[in-house]
């Protein structure tokens, strides 16, 4: 393991992701790119500290903080305060791998299942339900595949901020997301916010 410095950050992971820099394979949700990915952010050391320009803490909603974007993927920055969490969402065609650098968060993992009571059921016989959840303290590395669905958070009483970085590959402009319960899918543009002047 070794240090990388923020500001190569965007250049430590081109020169890892080069396979995707260069190919025009497509970026397709496989175990080659869940596997690079993975190991890309499992290589990075960096402090919450050293990325203070690309913290945007809000009372509102957690925040999506740029610190690179590619053609063939991009990196932001995620800032949680107690009780904020994401919608559920999946990842479209992209590949997420998260770090947790600062706190812990909870991720919940769900599936869209038939209910064996019919298409004239409530949501045509189809229901969302949540599969399980794990803790992910910090330094702990997970990735989902774009078609995985799952929300991520800072849960209420957790007494602590949660910061994660996120490698997506290819960047994600839009994401299906789901309310609780209803297994009935809409599109949603990704809000991501640029990092403050150097």
């Known amino acids: 393991m070794f240090v990388v410095p923020p500001y190569a950050i965007g ?11 260069l190919t025009r394979e497509p970026l397709t949700a496989s175990a080659r790119w869940w596997d690079l990915g993975h190991r890309v952010v499992a290589r990075l050391r960096v402090s ?18 740029r610190f690179y974007e590619g ?11 107690e009780g904020q969490t994401s919608p559920i969402h999946d990842h479209a ?17 769900y599936d869209v299942v038939d209910t064996g009571k019919g298409p004239d059921a409530p949501f045509g016989g189809k229901a969302l339900v949540e ?8 330094g702990s590395i997970t990735t989902v595949y774009g078609g995985d669905i799952h929300r991520v958070g800072n849960p209420q ?8 970085i ?3 590959l290819p960047p994600i402009p839009e994401m299906l997301v789901w309310d609780e319960g209803d297994p009935t ?8 916010l640029d990092p403050e002047p150097a």
């Open 11 to 21: 250049r430590f992971a081109l020169g890892l992701l080069l396979p995707a820099a």
């Open 48 to 65: 919450p500290d050293e990325l203070t320009r690309y913290q945007h803490w809000s009372d509102e909603r957690y925040t999506r903080t």
């Open 71 to 81: 053609e063939r993927f991009e990196i932001l920055v995620l800032c949680w305060k």
């Open 93 to 109: 065609q992209s590949i997420c791998t998260m770090v947790v650098l600062e706190g812990s968060a909870v991720t919940s993992l």
């Open 131 to 138: 599969e399980g959840a794990s803790a992910l303290h910090a």
């Open 157 to 164: 009483g957790s007494g602590h901020r949660l910061m994660t």
């Open 166 to 168: 996120h490698f997506y």
């Open 185 to 192: 899918p809409r599109k949603c543009l990704a809000v991501t």
